[in-house]
């Protein structure tokens, strides 16, 4: 299993990023899919889930309304569109599925 994220950056407050997720080696359309964050010193939180085929969604409270997952099967890949952007955002982003794998993770820094 590989997961690579994508997307991550420097932007300020207000802004928006995509973040991607590409996946190999399972069967992608069978599995449900997550974002989590880490910032500095704190513990790694789920940010947000889609079921297999999409119908199923889930966010953190505090990004409800700003971050929008969705998932292409025909790609393999899952997205996380973020907008209006606060600096309580900045965290190492991760791409999760099975609960085990993870991806590397993408800087995301939210300053001005």
């Known amino acids: 299993v590989q997961l690579v994220e994508s997307g991550g950056g420097l932007v300020q407050p207000g802004g928006s990023l995509r973040l991607s997720c590409a996946a190999s080696?399972?069967?992608?359309?069978?599995?449900?899919m997550s974002w989590y964050r880490q910032a500095p010193g704190k513990e790694r939180e789920l940010v947000a889930a889609?079921?297999?085929?999409?119908?199923?969604?889930n966010y953190l409270d505090s990004v409800k309304g700003r971050f929008t997952i969705s998932r292409d099967n025909a790609k393999n890949t899952v997205y996380l569109q973020m907008n209006s952007l606060k600096p309580e955002d900045t965290a190492v982003y991760y791409c999760?599925?099975?609960?085990?794998?993870w991806g590397q993770g993408t800087q995301v820094t939210v300053s001005s």
């Open positions: 999760n599925t099975q609960y085990r794998y």
């Open positions: 080696g399972f069967t992608f359309s069978r599995y449900a």
């Open positions: 889609i079921s297999d085929a999409g119908r199923g969604i």
